[in-house]
């Protein structure tokens, strides 16, 4: 009797399992791993709504490979070695086929160990400071030369500066992003005390005394521009206090590189009319795709007043490209989605086609914008054409003879082209 | 007969009609011919530099356009400047411009208003040249000089035109001339024109070959750089002041909780995040008059704040006394909660507290010199609400209350005071103090739910640096620990700044574990 309770039990949990595993091979699982609370989950909140809305839009076109698609979303709580952890647990358990995740590049230097250890897919969506190519990861943000390069040659050019403050937070990004201008403007002749480097922590709000500075230092009668990799949250006192000691635009411009459409819907946006950005997207831009994209995402997310930015794009790219692979693999196979990535095409939002490379980068317009008093960003300056991510900067000596080339016979994330080698450390 | 007047008029409505097909590059010669129409085009240069410039786009006729109430805009004919029908923002279009496009409009207007009747717009006028004089400018200012009577207007005049002769005339005279025009002007255009003067070449000789202009430009010179240093300490100090009083704001609160009561409160930060969204849910509730929101703010936040503090206090802490240990974790997860929660309500999104235009801006002392209103009102209020917070310690019942319990809680029982009631009061109080703090602090920074951990530490470093238990304490190590970050900064760099202040602080705290002001006698125990 109690022999038969156990049988019948056992089968009932055997085919329960059965059951749930072909229910699991029905779908195709997709990870978000992206912050929803830390001090992150203010940029990183967005970036998890647009993929679910990428998902649910794939959905509603039947899937892929006749399957339906399925999101897996995890909070890593802003917390880095989470990141990592959360990445572990994504692809052993949950058995995710991509992952769509990280926005700081300490998270992404988190994950990436495990992600190659396990051989899963991220897709990176965020301007970055370059110097990396994973064989695992897609980096559908910005490279240095997609952002900074063209940011800083539109002051010179256009502008006319010549003075240059290099203000940033003190972490990663901007470090390496101003040693790679530094290094660029002093190859272009700027002389040494005409460049002031300044780092402050994060969510730094008293900017008094180096706002003064940047007054004094413009103050010489050279036209003087401030090129900004402030982090997010400290960027509101920053330009609040440069509204209030009168610093105008037309006075010292300030180009800002991690300030979006979403940074400056929670901020008033009066004072800083005439400063610039510097991104791959503007939600300004008049395209045909983009209008469908911002109606889409406003019924998405039911708020007529939610703005989009450029890592929605980046993201937005960086899902249809990965559609696009699995369809043309006809598997969800790592390695094989992984070759077909390369060299797929899709239009971007600004008008153009977006070509994923061999090196793991986009090719992408790069757009100079100035603030308005509405909050969005108005175009003044892009280039012709897209550029071609670089993913190894030309201007810093260490990785001058560096590329990265995941077609054979390269097949490397860090190949030096002088002594024809593959270092072999992959990040 | 047709009027001069009209035939102007008839160009700048040609002329504009051809803004809104025009792209940046090709905005700039419209807009010079523009200049030539004079005052008949300046109402639309500066709607246009001001960014109000739209065309209307049923009949593409250009409009200034202001947002009046809701999303209507009120529409006004930029050429003859006709009422027109108010619209939606879908009707119009804006025509967009640069930077490059509004330095060359400032300077447009500044040259065109050079002849206005106002002195305060013809000094701007001036002041706008006065960085950027060329042969052109130098032949309307000295013009310009014969008809001005004002004298401010005619010193500015003066000032520009001697920085000019300083730097291009070969006339000797006319430049020694303009050293004394100039002597002790404090217009950073001055110290660049001198320095210029007293430069060498690359081997180290003077380029300035007039010994005499060079003597004189080196007296000028060191003058104006003494008064520069001078105003550069007055600024340090006021900016330290000025960190100082935000210091004290945040640590004020804690100095109760903390300091008096002795409850380690790691929500003190939250409470005032409390209170910032305080300030923003005010503003949301009077949008017509964000001018006097912010002041309706501050005993909206008292309240609420120190009724979650008062909560806080009679659910978790009063049940946890003696147990500083386990408080700390209690209260820490009491952070989060409330953290999370403003997060689930008001998405993790920052909030825009629009700043009232009497909180903008600085008061400007001299050229190099100026306080900002927002950091001048913060340095005020600080002080008011601690002199107020004194008061109500020293002079009023529950001040004693206060004290007797935290002095001797056995003895404050046994003569009657209802010490439960005060140790809730207490926390209350020193909670609303806090939200007060997010009031003024949603005017510096960002109002998000992560404001109250960025300054956690910050109000602990100031109560424990002044002294646990002493509200004068709290008052010095605030402005102390505020004036010796800003006099690091400018050497160190913010990072190290930060760094180099947090270790002097454990330093000290290794020599005098008790702070600044220790408490002395019996209430020490």
């Known amino acids: ?427 | 007969m047709v009027s001069a007047g009209e035939v102007t008029h008839g160009e700048v409505r040609e002329l504009s009609q051809r803004l809104p097909s025009a792209k940046l590059r090709t905005l700039p010669p419209i807009v010079e011919q523009l200049e030539q129409c004079g005052e008949a085009a300046l109402p639309l240069l500066q709607a246009m530099l001001k960014g109000d410039l739209w065309v209307r786009r049923s009949d593409k006729l250009i409009v200034i356009a202001e947002r009046g109430k809701g999303a209507e805009f009120t529409l006004v004919d930029a050429v003859s400047g006709v009422q027109l029908p108010s619209v939606t923002k879908k009707k119009i279009k804006k025509i967009v411009i640069n930077n490059r496009l509004r330095v060359q409009l400032r300077d447009m207007i500044a040259r065109v208003t050079l002849a206005s009747e106002d002195p305060v717009i013809r000094e701007s006028a001036v002041r706008n040249m006065l960085n950027k004089m060329s042969a052109d400018n130098v032949a309307l200012l000295a013009k310009a000089r014969l008809t001005e009577n004002d004298r401010q207007v005619l010193a500015v005049i003066d000032l520009s035109l001697a920085v000019y002769a300083l730097n291009h005339s070969t006339d000797r005279s006319l430049r020694l001339n303009a050293l004394d025009v100039i002597d002790g002007s404090l217009e950073p255009v001055v110290a660049n024109a001198l320095s210029a003067v007293l430069a060498a070449d690359s081997s180290g000789v003077d380029l300035e070959k007039d010994a005499d202009v060079r003597l004189k430009a080196q007296q000028a010179f060191s003058k104006i750089q003494r008064r520069i240093d001078f105003y550069e300490l007055l600024e340090q100090i006021f900016y330290g002041l000025s960190l100082g009083s935000v210091l004290l704001l945040i640590a004020t609160g804690l100095a109760i909780t903390f300091g008096v009561m002795g409850v380690i409160n790691m929500a003190h930060g939250e409470l005032i995040m409390i209170g910032a969204y305080c300030a923003y849910m005010v503003q949301l509730l009077m949008p017509n008059s964000i001018e006097y929101s912010i002041l309706l703010a501050i005993p909206c936040a008292f309240v609420v704040s120190g009724s979650v503090g008062i909560l806080i206090q009679r659910c978790v802490i009063r049940h946890l006394h003696g147990r500083p240990l386990e408080t700390l974790l209690a209260t820490f997860g009491i952070s989060l909660i409330l953290q999370q929660a403003v997060r689930s309500i008001f998405s993790p999104l920052n909030r825009q507290v629009i700043s009232p235009s009497w909180l903008s801006g600085s008061l400007e002392i001299n050229p190099i010199f100026s306080l900002t209103y927002n950091r001048l009102y913060i340095l005020v209020f600080a002080l008011i609400v601690f002199s107020v917070l004194q008061l109500v310690l020293k002079r009023t019942s529950l001040g004693l209350h206060v004290r007797a319990v935290s002095q001797n809680r056995g003895m404050a029982k046994a003569i009657g005071i209802r010490t439960e009631r005060v140790d809730a009061l207490t926390f209350g109080l020193g909670s609303g103090i806090a939200g007060i703090a997010g009031v003024a602090l949603s005017q510096l920074t960002n109002v998000g739910p992560n404001l109250g951990q960025a300054y956690i530490i910050d109000s602990f470093m100031v109560v424990v640096f002044g002294g646990v238990g002493n509200l004068w304490g709290t008052l010095v190590g605030g402005f102390s620990l505020g004036i010796a970050n800003k006099f690091l900064e400018p050497t160190t760099g913010a990072v190290l700044a930060n760094i180099i202040v947090l270790v002097g602080i454990i330093l000290f705290i290794q020599k005098r574990p008790s702070g600044l002001f220790p408490q002395k006698g019996r209430a020490a125990e």
């Open chain 1, 1 to 427: 009797m109690k022999f038969r309770q156990l049988l019948t039990a056992t089968t009932a949990t055997f085919s329960l399992l059965l059951s749930l595993s072909t229910l699991a091979a029905d779908t195709i699982k997709v990870g978000v791993l992206h912050s929803l609370s830390g001090t992150m989950a203010i940029s990183e909140t967005t970036l998890k709504d647009t993929v679910l809305m990428m998902v649910e839009e794939q959905n509603k076109k039947g899937g892929l490979l006749g399957k339906k698609l399925e999101a897996v979303v995890v909070d890593p709580a802003s917390n880095w070695p989470l990141f990592a952890e959360k990445t572990r647990e994504l692809i052993t358990k949950e058995k995710v086929d991509v992952i769509f995740g990280c926005w700081t590049s300490v998270s992404r230097k988190s994950v990436l160990p495990v992600i190659e250890e396990l051989n899963g897919l991220l897709f990176y969506p965020v301007q970055y400071e370059g110097e990396e190519s994973s064989k695992n990861v897609f980096y559908t943000g910005a490279a240095p030369n997609q952002q900074a390069i063209p940011a800083v040659d539109y002051f010179a050019n256009e502008m006319g500066v010549e003075r240059w403050v290099l203000a940033g937070t003190d972490y990663v990004y901007p470090r390496t992003t101003n040693k790679i201008l530094e290094a660029y403007l002093r190859a272009n002749g700027v002389a040494k005390e005409d460049i002031m480097i300044s780092y402050t922590p994060f969510g730094h709000s008293d900017w008094q005394g180096i706002v003064a500075d940047i007054k004094k230092f413009g103050s010489t009668g050279k036209k003087t521009g401030v090129v900004s990799t402030i982090n997010g949250d400290a960027n509101v006192p920053f330009y609040k206090e440069l509204g209030n000691q009168g610093i105008s635009a037309e006075d010292i411009p300030v180009v800002a590189f991690s300030v979006g459409e979403e940074e400056l819907s929670g901020l008033d946006t009066k004072p800083l009319v005439g400063h610039l950005a510097a991104w791959n997207y503007f939600q300004s831009v008049e395209s045909d795709e983009n209008t469908a994209f911002i109606s889409k995402w406003k019924k998405f997310i039911k708020d007529s007043k939610r703005v989009t930015n450029d890592p929605m794009e980046a993201t937005y790219i960086g899902f249809n490209m990965w559609a696009q692979a699995v369809e043309k693999a006809g598997t969800t196979d790592v390695d094989s989605v992984e070759q077909a990535m390369i060299g797929i095409t899709t239009p971007n939002l600004t008008g153009g086609i977006a070509v994923m490379n061999a090196n793991h980068h986009l090719s992408k317009p790069v757009l100079i914008g100035e603030i308005q008093a509405d909050g969005q960003i108005e175009t003044v300056w892009e280039t012709f054409g897209t550029v071609i991510g670089d993913a190894w900067s030309d201007f810093l000596p260490s990785s001058k003879s560096l590329i990265a080339d995941w077609t054979a016979p390269v097949s490397c994330g860090n190949f030096n082209t002088e002594t024809a080698k593959c270092s072999g450390q992959n990040f």
